[in-house]
């Protein structure tokens, strides 16, 4: 079962829109990341915010974590084309499944960006 | 490029039949990962070892082993396969045990069951 989940599932925008992505989790953890997910491709490790961090800037991403609410969110600013992907959130879940030193992932957000 | 390389990239085969996927990780890492992505599934973990040992185990069936080698490339075995088998199978690497940085993926092993 899933840790993280996404939402949206899908987003469709304009090139230039920004694009927000959400992820929720469910227990304690250490840090929190996103990977980014060409069709058929491997994943790309985007950005890590820690669970001491309440917000994290890389280029045009923007990431915030609640960790009250455990929840994140990705913002991807001013989009291209070239952002079409799908976008997980990932967690190291302390205590979940009762195993660690793994990621847990969600089922990711597919944003596709119109040129 | 991420450094993994995972070979084959695309594999065939009939239900019941055994395949090897093997994963060469990142120079300097000595923790790999599989992961397993399917539709329904979403992406599992299925297991985790680190300098040849097995570190975390995930939602790995019993008919599927692994394990890593003094060079610390990985091999991932499946045997018995079953349609439901059919995925793409991720290596990724690491330098520490602990999940402190970013995981490094390979392309993935695209694996069809017949």
Not at chain 1, 60 to 76: A, E, F, G, M, Y
Not at chain 2, 99 to 107: A, N, S, V
Request: hydrophobic fraction near 30%; glycine fraction near 10%.
């Amino acid at each position: 079962s899933q840790q993280g989940e996404e939402d949206p599932q899908a987003l469709s925008i304009q090139e230039g829109e920004n694009a927000t992505m959400n992820c929720s989790y469910k227990t304690s953890i250490n840090n929190l990341q996103w990977y980014r997910q060409n069709s058929g491709r491997g994943l790309v490790h985007l950005i890590l915010i820690r669970s001491n961090e309440r917000e994290k800037h890389s280029g045009r991403l923007r990431v915030t974590l609640d960790t009250s609410k455990k929840s994140s969110s990705l913002l991807i600013t001013a989009s291209r084309a070239a952002d079409t992907a799908s976008y997980f959130c990932a967690t190291d879940a302390l205590g979940y499944g009762g195993s660690q030193g793994n990621l847990i992932f969600g089922k990711g957000t597919k944003l596709s960006v119109k040129p | 490029d991420s450094g993994v390389t995972q070979t084959p990239k695309h594999l065939i085969t009939a239900t019941g039949q055994r395949v090897t996927l093997r994963c060469s990780p990142r120079s300097g890492d000595l923790s790999v990962y599989w992961y397993q992505q399917s539709l329904d599934q979403g992406l599992q973990f299925l297991i985790q070892y680190y300098n040849g040992e097995e570190r975390a185990k995930g939602n790995i069936l019993e008919r599927f082993s692994a394990q890593q080698f003094p060079d610390l490339h990985s091999e991932l075995n499946l045997s018995s396969l079953e349609l439901g088998d059919s995925a793409l199978y991720f290596c990724a690497s690491s330098v520490e045990p602990f999940l402190t940085g970013e995981l490094f993926f390979g392309e993935g092993s695209r694996l069809t069951v017949l």
